[in-house]
């Protein structure tokens, strides 16, 4: 079933299936002529891929966050987003042991955001607006867009007890490096 509908603006939106899922791109009406309109609907796709990129991005910040409360040794089903979790959890310790000698692994964007475990440790020197009481047993996960404005806008900062912190480069940043 599909359905088209007049917006307030004058476009018309097509509602696919039973779900009733907007297509991105509408269709406007000018000079008797009706074509889709190309430039909003790169921007709607846009906002909507920013948009799915960065639920995900939540998710995954709580995944990591339930892992690291259950224990690494649990199995992490057949959910994507808690397998990603799960590895992150299991590899913090191998990349420690990589990053002392040099060798760290480059990774990739997972649903368009990077995700580093980090210590209170790797903090050392760096100035941040999550205030280190929160940070308990000295373990974050950051995660931020792999092309901001592109896969992301915010940056996601997660602490051992659940508590989701994010930020733009708009607004005050949650981590500064000095200098």
């Known amino acids: 079933m599909h359905r088209l509908v007049r917006e307030p603006d004058g476009s018309t939106v097509l509602y696919i299936g039973a779900e009733n899922w907007p297509f991105p791109i509408s269709l406007v009406s000018k000079n008797g002529a009706w074509f889709f309109d190309s430039d909003t609907g790169t921007k709607e796709i846009?906002?909507?891929?920013?948009?799915?990129?960065?639920?995900?991005?939540?998710?995954?910040?709580?995944?990591?966050?339930?892992?690291?409360?259950?224990?690494?040794?649990?199995a992490a089903g057949d959910d994507p987003i808690d397998q990603y979790a799960q590895s992150l959890v299991t590899a913090h310790s191998a990349n420690a042991d990589n990053n002392a000698r040099g060798t760290e692994k480059e990774s990739s964007p997972f649903y368009g955001y990077y995700f580093r475990l980090v210590s209170l440790n790797s903090l050392n020197g760096t100035k941040t607006n999550?205030?280190?009481?929160?940070?308990?047993?000295?373990?974050?996960?950051?995660?931020?867009?792999?092309?901001?404005?592109?896969?992301?806008?915010?940056?996601?900062?997660?602490?051992q007890d659940g508590t989701v912190y994010e930020s733009t480069r708009r607004s005050k940043p949650l981590l500064r490096t000095p200098g």
């Open 46 to 74: 846009l906002f909507r891929r920013i948009g799915e990129n960065e639920v995900t991005a939540i998710q995954v910040c709580n995944a990591v966050a339930m892992a690291k409360k259950r224990g690494q040794t649990n």
């Open 130 to 159: 999550v205030p280190r009481d929160k940070m308990t047993r000295a373990l974050a996960l950051v995660a931020y867009p792999a092309e901001y404005r592109s896969s992301g806008v915010m940056t996601f900062i997660v602490t």
